[in-house]
């Protein structure tokens, strides 16, 4: 996959930093593919980091103006976040609660945590679970105004906040999207999903976060359309919250 980066790498080293930025500004979505790569690489990430803290919130609003659009953008810089911040330091792990709310990437000058971006922005204000307990994210400005217009359920297969349990990471392009996040929930669900006769054992943040595939019926309308058999019964697995970075997938 790092054909989809290696074009901009080319086009922004050859730049001075503020033709850097000023062509930051034009190409978001490379830009934060961009990012994601050399978050894999081990590459300066400062340059892209200062793009993204720097641009226009106007710009941030007309480049990002479809649910495609903003799902690939968010859904790269998410990914990439918590691979450079956990490559830095790995104990902020430790206190999952804390570094899922820490303001750890700024973007339009506006600094972010995780839960901003997934609940926020990709699941459009969403109720979150911790400790079994559902929490509900007051709306900001910017989410309002930068958030999905229709929660989208397939972004749970394409988020990787670091634990072996979450699906590996791709390079999404806003012209493939749909397509990749259908590979990333059927890749995930046939070689994660356990069966037992009559019985299958999904994946535990669809318990989580239930309402957004429509219950278990519509996990039911999932698994047919993925050609799985029929099953009986639904349980859900145990998540494994090991760190486990650097899962991309080929």
């Known amino acids: 996959m790092q054909h989809l980066i290696k074009p901009y790498l080319v086009c922004y080293t050859v730049l001075s930093s503020h033709e850097y930025i000023h062509e930051a500004q034009d190409a978001l979505i490379p830009l934060s593919q961009e990012l994601l790569f050399a978050a894999r690489t081990g590459n300066p990430v400062v340059t892209q980091l200062h793009a993204l803290s720097t641009v226009n919130r106007e710009e941030l609003r007309q480049q990002l103006d479809s649910d495609p659009l903003k799902m690939t953008f ?6 990439a976040a918590v691979q450079i911040v956990l490559q830095q330091n790995t104990a902020l792990y430790e206190d999952r609660p804390a570094f899922f709310t820490k303001k750890i990437i700024t973007v339009a000058s506006q600094p972010l945590c995780l839960d901003d971006i997934e609940h926020g ?11 079994g307990q559902l929490l509900k994210l007051l709306p900001t400005a910017f989410e309002k105004e930068f958030r999905v217009d229709r929660l989208d359920h397939r972004v749970h297969f394409a988020l990787n906040y670091g634990a072996r349990s979450c699906p590996p990471i791709d390079y999404y392009e806003d012209a493939r999207i749909d397509d990749q996040l259908n590979i990333a929930m059927k890749s995930h669900l046939q070689g994660e999903a356990k069966q037992t006769p009559g019985t299958i054992f999904l994946p535990a943040f669809m318990d989580w ?3 957004d ?3 278990k019926k ?3 309308g999932i698994l047919q359309r993925l050609g799985l058999p029929e099953f009986e019964a639904i349980r859900f697995q145990q998540f494994d919250w090991s760190l486990f970075l650097r899962n991309y997938r080929d």
């Not at 968010?74 to 990914?79: L, S």
């Open 121 to 131: 922005i990709l699941r459009r204000s969403g109720f979150r679970l911790r400790d």
């Open 209 to 211: 976060y239930r309402s």
């Open 74 to 79: 968010w859904i790269n810089v998410y990914n």
């Open 218 to 220: 519509g996990m039911r």
């Open 213 to 215: 595939f429509g219950g």
